[in-house]
Every structure is written in C-alpha cells, then in structure tokens.
C-alpha cells in the first residue's frame, strides 16, 4: 500500500474517533466463500444458482427448496475461518476506534474472528439460524441440516409444520426493522465510514454510504471492482481487503481515538 490514495486513506483512519465499517462478500473470498455479483461470483457463473435467493420461488417450489437445502449442507461456510481482514477489523475495534461493523456477510465469520457480537449488525440476517415462515420458531441451523444429512430433503417446522428457512433476509423480503435503524444511526455518527468487499449494488444497505457522507463522514471504499458510490468517497482503493485492511488497522491513532458516549449499539433506542 505504497500508493497516494492508501496514504490518505491510513490519514484518516489514525485521524478517526467513531469508525464504522460497511462489508460485504468480499471480505469472506478469502476465506473460501465465493461472492455473488463479482466476475467469477456464484450468481455470474450460474443464472440458476440464485433461486434459491428469492422469497417467492422458495414458498412456492418446493424444488426451489431441496436444491437449497442441499447447497446449505454442502456450504463452505461450515469449515471457513476469518481471514486477515476479519482479523484486522478485530484489532481496529480493540484499539479503541471501530464502533460497528454492518455487514451484507451472513456467515458469522466477523464473531468468529473476534469481533464483538453486540457491535455486529448482519443486515441480511445469519446462515446458522433457521426460522419458521408460518409461526416465526427459530433454531439452530445445524439442526435442520442434521435432518437433511438423514435423509429428509425439505425439512418444515417441528412446531408448526409450516416452511423452514435459513434466518437470511431473501429477495423480496423485508430487513430487520430493528438492525436497519441501528445501522442507519452508525452511518450517521461516524467520523470515517470504511467501506470492504461490496458492490453497493443492494439496498438500503448501499443507502448507507450517501448517509454517512451527507452527516459529515469520510467514506473510504476498498473494493476490487468500482461500486455506484466511488464519486461519493473521499477515498477509493481498488486493492485486496486483505491487504488493505490490515494496513489500515495497524495505523496508531493520531488524536487519541476512543468510542463516543454513544456506548455500545446493542444499548442504543
């Protein structure tokens, strides 16, 4: 990170009291987990694989079901470990500066590296969870997929016998109202906005970018690929996040950053 841009983007992170962070599938690449979007994404290579994805063909086929039931099974997300740029936004928290870390990720690979849950915000809801579409009973995945490893290909609801699926926010379903507002309130009281591994392609999570820069924030935008919001960033870096992220972590905080009265996010109402 000999360049211009990385220096001025190391500036503001040493000069940041109140970071938020804003990731998406590319910071898990190189854990193994393939993104979505990108050249060679799960969705670019194979049109079908996202079916799967959408509320309506996955109530109303159960086809649509068993196919992504056995995808969950097979998923890489099961043996993954965090990488660097997990690890590093671990380090960024503990020197004092990184408040939240909203995430598009739903394999829980930040908690597992370290980061503190409550300052987690999964926007799109977690893998390792199921939940009942007709009575709304969660468990653990690893539940479900013990009865698909046994033989049962679309497993329902013990409660209720309605359809079971992952605790994943699918196309054509509506966010956590609850998560939303707390990862609208980090983007507004932020003095850095650090944005890893996202096309900023979905909404309301890309919303959050203009969000913060209109509150006052310094977005600085590390993906491999130019996003919808580039022109908006102070800083652009077309650079690996495993690279670029333990770069910026490393960075000695210049004016003594520390969390803002604002406390924890899981307090915040």
């Known amino acids: 990170m000999g360049s211009q841009a990385c220096a001025a983007a190391r500036a503001l992170v040493a000069s940041a009291h109140r970071i938020t962070v804003?990731?998406?599938?590319?910071v898990s690449t190189d854990s193994?987990?393939?993104d979505f979007r990108g050249p060679d994404g799960l969705w670019t290579r194979d049109a079908d694989a996202g079916l799967g994805a959408s509320l309506d063909a996955y109530v109303s086929d159960p086809a649509v079901r068993r196919l992504s039931w056995r995808a969950k099974?097979?998923?890489?997300?099961?043996?993954a470990k965090p990488n660097a740029a997990h690890k590093a936004l671990v380090e960024l928290e503990r020197s004092g500066r990184l408040r939240t870390v909203v995430t598009?990720?739903?394999d829980g690979l930040h908690q597992k590296a370290g980061s503190d849950p409550h300052r987690v915000l999964e926007l799109h809801g977690t893998l390792h969870a199921t939940v009942c579409l007709g009575c709304g009973a969660t468990g653990p995945m690893r539940d479900a997929l013990k009865r698909v490893a046994e033989?049962?290909?679309?497993?329902d609801c013990l409660r209720c016998r309605g359809i079971l699926k992952s605790a994943t926010v699918?196309?054509?379903q509506e966010l956590d109202g609850e998560v939303l507002r707390r990862a609208r309130l980090a983007a507004l009281d932020c003095d850095v906005l650090l944005v890893a591994g996202t096309s900023l392609s979905v909404q309301p999570a890309a919303g959050l970018v203009p969000l913060a820069a209109k509150a006052g924030a310094q977005v600085v935008i590390c993906n491999a690929e130019p996003t919808p919001y580039d022109d908006v960033a102070a800083v652009v870096l077309h650079e690996p996040v495993a690279d670029v992220l333990p770069e910026l972590s490393s960075v000695p905080p210049s004016g003594g950053g520390q969390f803002s009265s604002w406390g924890d996010p899981s307090t915040w109402s």
Do not use: H, K, M, R
């Open 104 to 106: 598009q990720n739903i």
């Open 151 to 155: 033989g049962e290909d679309d497993p």
């Open 170 to 172: 699918s196309f054509g």
């Open 32 to 34: 193994g987990i393939p």
């Open 22 to 26: 804003l990731t998406g599938a590319g």
């Open 73 to 79: 099974l097979d998923s890489p997300v099961w043996t």
